[in-house]
């Protein structure tokens, strides 16, 4: 990874340092100051690695599906510093969101650590030690903007944050495979904990999305995302970033498709760590499934096919179970139960 200068590893330091130190769990003045001060600081690191070189302009590149289309996604071959830079902006316009959003000081810790630990993997940082951040000038909050235009804009930036956290997970576990097959544990370990960041961030950052009235969502953005406003009803299947993700853990389960008993006896260390993951993925799947409901209670999934279940979340509980089923066996409190149904299906 190519180095970005001095000031881009100081503002890289300073902003980790404040992402740590988020009081994510505070008073509702505290906790919004201390996103404000962090919203600030992730500014200036954008604008840090903005003087090396500028963004691209998103709009001006083709998206490659509705979805990108829609969720304002596109895919290019970036340098370091444009990476950088693209996915700073994308945690910078997440942090602004958040200090005003209701998100869960338990959803807030899970997403603020996931944009931590992404500004360090974009940038090529090592975490860096503790101490004072200095003060930084923190901007008076916005004016003048509709509930239903800030509503519609969270509902987009919480997906990018979602798709951020994806194409990073993807790259840790990926990582973590290659170091497994080059016989360096030590650094699969550091990826794999890495990776299981982002994925304990996946459902944090769908819930800071649909922290909107779900009246809003059924009235206002449900339909923008099925014909006729799309050519196509969108789902999570179309998310590449996810698709990216789900093929690194499936080529990570190849190299190291031990039961956690086998694993454990002979690496006691990665069992846990790839059981720490694995735990984070289904999790991820069960929480789906209760956010769906939130939303849109009993109704249909809007990509949903007419041969499928009834409804979105007897669908998303289906794919939780499938999940827990092949996990089973590889994790230390496997979903034997529903491991067993499964099989038995398969059987019958």
Known sequence: MQALGSRVDAE??????????????????????????ATAVAGELAAALSDLAPAVVGEGL???????SYFRVREEELSDQQAALHG?????????????????????????????????????????????VPPVAVPAPGAGTSLESVWSAR????????????????VAVADATRHLRDGDGDAALVRLADATVYVRGFPAAMTHASTIPADYYMAAIR???????????????????????????????????DSYEHLAARAPELAEARGALLEADIVDGERHVTLAYSMVHLRRSIAQKTEGPDNAVAELRLMRHRRAAQYASLIRFGDHYVADAVAGLRHS
Request: aromatic share 4%.
């Open 12 to 37: 890289v330091q300073r902003t980790a340092r404040v992402l740590s130190a988020v009081s994510t769990h505070a008073g509702p003045v505290e906790r919004t100051l201390a996103l404000r001060q």
């Open 62 to 68: 083709p998206a490659e599906s509705t979805s990108q």
């Open 88 to 132: 700073v902006l994308v945690i910078h316009r997440g942090l602004e969101d958040l200090c005003d959003a209701p998100l869960s000081g338990s959803d807030l810790a899970l997403e603020v650590a996931g944009m931590r630990q992404s500004v360090l993997d974009l940038t090529g940082a090592a975490p860096g030690g503790g101490g004072d």
């Open 155 to 170: 509902w987009l930036i919480g997906h990018q944050v979602h798709v951020l956290f994806n194409v990073c997970a993807a």
């Open 223 to 257: 339909h923008t995302m099925a014909p006729p406003s799309v050519d196509v009803p969108l789902s999570g299947r179309q998310h590449r970033g996810y698709k990216l993700f789900r093929a690194a853990m499936k080529d990570l389960l190849s190299v190291v498709p």
